[in-house]
């Protein structure tokens, strides 16, 4: 995902979070790769688990506890 803006917000020249990224990449700014790192992991966890409980909201063959 955020490679997509990225590579969107340098061709349009739209400062987000991925040029942000970018330019910590590329002035080695640690603390804010970190910041993003972890932010971009506590998304793909919360994306897992809202789509584990939909599966189970979906089909009723599955059950939780």
């Known amino acids: 995902m955020f490679s ?19 330019q910590a990449i590329n002035f080695n700014d ?7 790192f972890f932010i971009i992991s506590l998304c793909v966890i919360a994306a897992n ?3 584990d409980l939909l599966y189970g909201i979906i089909d009723p063959r599955i059950k939780y506890g």
């Open 49 to 51: 688990l809202i789509a």
């Open 30 to 36: 640690y603390p804010v790769l970190h910041t993003m």
């Open 4 to 22: 997509g803006a990225i590579l969107t917000e340098q061709v349009f020249t739209y400062p987000g979070l991925g040029y942000w990224l970018w």
